[in-house]
């Protein structure tokens, strides 16, 4: 096992991720931005290190400075926790290079499913069922039309290196696609810097539904069964639950077992995520892997019992898996819902504030998951989620009357703050999610049934979260993250990590503090 892990993120993952360092007798150090000097990460870390100002650019997306910050406190390893640099192939071959173990999959193997396009011919060579579409990417508009044709409409305009919700264009007339395969090249190749698209069949009022794994680096495997993730916003989720409701023992099954036959398939290693859309006939397709540990994690380790942050660490030092899949055994139901600070009725606009009430919930099978206290400063800079809510019961009636009991009890309150707990209280009020029947689309059913006026959005395959992805982070296939400027001589940039140009940098007046602004070098304090 390590002896020290550099945590490279911030909020409640990185807590996350250093309680279960410590738990297991490994010594912590956190990076923080200027914005984030007094979080309760930075508070209860061994060590701690400044990367630079606000900006994610220039702090948390900044890999010279998160690479240098690890050399300083001598870690062995970097956890990326969820979002940021936590699915860059770059950055886990610049830590390699530089002696540190990233903690997730090989470079290669990550490099091969971030891109969309090369992630479904893998898993179709895998033998994971594909929404009808082109596996390639498309080279002309002439030839999505030709695409769409043989598949039948809607069709749904995907960038190859897509993510968080965005590349992707629904199309339900022939008249339609050409116009918006220009538009989603363009904009694909102004967000990812990767023009490529493909067209595949867009499936309406389909299931969200992912299968967590393991895997270790000699080969073997094991899936802790289903989630299911369809109650989502700019397909960005908010509730979640394990298992899947309203499916069949078979179909769970098959599912499990198709996303470890893929994940194995292609020598993943560490936990990933493989999500899949299931129509209402039970047939499933395969939609992307996730290289990285879950927002909604803790529904699984309810479920199962099983730290998969703990996990994480070993496979990464090389143990191998200490489950077998026998041992996997689930038992009831585990449904969590995220506090995000933002306010449903302005389309769930952020809503940034200091929080003078925060007081969350406690009681039988209740975990709350938060790096949030009273007087805390949610600030502009990052993704809004503030908490997340998860209970346990026998079964799901329980388990939601448990997590509406939860809710009541949240206390969180702030001038000018607002929280998505009171739009999750309709969701769980709602007799088809009660039920179990829902889609991707409740979220927009409810918004419109609130306000008529209100056209209902094409909610499109899902294709990420908030926290996989914050705003402002780097997605695949974007320009290399900036090294932040400094009125010093540079510390010597680690190995593999490319210089930027001089458009990347604010300017002065721009930086916190006034023209100076704080040190941009990474600066190191213990406790």
């Known amino acids: 096992m390590f002896e020290k892990v550099l945590i490279a993120n911030r909020g409640e993952i990185a807590l ?16 923080y931005s200027s914005a984030d000097a007094d979080s309760t990460p930075v508070r209860l870390a061994d060590e701690a290190v400044r990367i630079g100002p606000a900006q994610s650019r220039r702090s948390y997306l900044n890999a010279a400075a998160i690479v240098e910050a690890a050399r300083q406190v001598g870690a062995q390893a970097v956890h990326p926790g969820y979002g940021f640099l936590s699915e860059d192939a770059d950055f886990a071959e610049i830590c390699a290079q530089n002696g540190l173990t990233f903690i997730g999959p090989p470079p290669r193997v990550m490099a091969e499913l971030a891109d969309k396009s090369s992630a479904r011919a893998l898993m179709r060579r895998a033998g994971l069922p594909l929404p009808p579409g082109s596996v390639r990417p498309v080279p002309t508009a ?3 039309v030709a695409v769409a044709a043989e598949i039948g409409y809607p069709v749904i305009v995907k960038a190859a290196a897509g993510g968080g919700g965005r590349g992707m264009t629904v199309v339900r007339t022939p008249a339609e696609l050409p116009r918006a395969y220009a538009r989603t090249r ?16 867009y499936l309406t009022d389909a299931r969200h539904v992912e299968v967590q794994v393991l895997c270790d680096q000699h080969g073997n495997g094991v899936h802790l069964g289903t989630r299911d993730c369809s109650v989502q916003r700019r397909h960005q989720k908010l509730v979640e639950e394990a298992p899947a409701p309203a ?19 292609v020598g993943f290693t560490g936990a990933g995520t493989v999500e899949f859309l299931v129509d209402a006939d039970e047939r499933f397709h395969f939609l992307e892997i996730n290289c990285r540990i879950q927002v909604e994690h803790p529904v699984t380790e309810m479920i199962t019992g099983i730290d998969l942050v703990h996990e994480q660490l070993h496979i990464a030092a090389g143990v191998p898996l200490r489950l077998r899949q026998e041992d996997v055994r689930p038992h009831g139901v585990a449904v969590e ?19 003078e009430r925060f007081l969350p919930p406690g009681g039988p099978f209740t975990r709350v998951d938060t790096h949030g206290h009273p007087g805390y400063l949610v600030g502009p800079y990052y993704d809004s989620l503030l908490a997340k809510v998860a209970v346990w019961a026998p079964d799901r009636d329980l388990a939601l009357n448990r997590l509406e009991r939860a809710l009541d009890e949240f206390d969180v309150a ?6 998505t707990i009171p739009f999750v209280r309709r969701v769980l009020d709602d007799p088809g999610f009660r039920k179990g029947r829902y889609s991707t689309g409740l979220v927009d059913r409810l918004l419109a049934a609130r306000d008529p006026a209100r056209p209902p959005a094409p909610t499109g395959p899902p294709a990420g979260s908030p926290a996989t992805r914050p705003p402002d982070a780097r997605p695949p296939g974007g320009p290399p993250a900036a090294r932040p400027p400094t009125g010093e001589p540079p510390a010597a940039r ?17 930086r916190p503090g006034g ?13």
């Open 16 to 31: 996350r991720v250093l309680r279960a360092c410590r738990e297991l007798g490994v010594r912590t150090a956190v990076v």
């Open 142 to 144: 002439a030839a999505a």
């Open 186 to 201: 363009a904009a694909a190749q102004a967000v990812f810097g990767d023009d490529r698209v493909y067209v595949e069949r």
């Open 337 to 355: 819902c995220r506090v995000n600070v933002e306010d449903p009725d302005r389309d769930f606009a952020p809503t940034p504030g200091r929080l």
């Open 494 to 510: 680690p190995a593999g990590v490319p210089a930027d140009p001089p458009a990347n940098r604010p300017p002065d007046a721009a």
């Open 247 to 265: 499916l069949s023992a078979a179909t769970l099954e098959a599912i499990a077992a198709a996303a470890l036959r893929g994940v194995l398939d």
């Open 414 to 419: 702030g001038p000018g703050v607002r929280t």
């Open 515 to 527: 023209p100076a602004g704080p040190p941009d070098r990474p600066h190191r304090r213990t406790r």
